[in-house]
């Protein structure tokens, strides 16, 4: 789990990178769960994890901050509905953020 981060450990395009997923996986959220700055954390807290570890692909960056936010949200017991992926969205990076 995320455990903080040194000032200045991502670049621009990194951060960026990383508030796109965000936005991407909030996007795919069709009923948030009832505490949705906890949900945020969850996403961006599995989208931290992921960069760390070297993932730079957008659509996997969003589908492993879905898969957490969908484990915390079977360990509260709230039911969690997410839209369709765009057919080719899903693990692909149509944005040019290759890695």
């Not at 969850?42 to 659509?59: F, K, N, P, S």
């Amino acid at each position: 789990m995320f455990m903080g981060f040194s000032p200045g450990a991502y670049g621009p395009d990194l951060v960026k990178l990383m508030t796109d997923a965000l936005d991407g996986a909030w996007a795919r959220i069709e009923s948030a769960p009832a505490d949705t700055e906890l949900s945020r954390l969850v996403l961006a807290g599995a989208i931290i994890d992921q960069v760390d570890a070297g993932v730079r692909e957008h659509g996997r960056l969003v589908a492993k901050a879905l898969e957490a936010l969908a484990a915390a949200v079977r360990v509260s017991g709230e039911k969690l509905s997410l839209k369709q992926a765009a057919p080719d969205s899903a693990g692909s990076d149509s944005a040019g953020r290759g890695g």
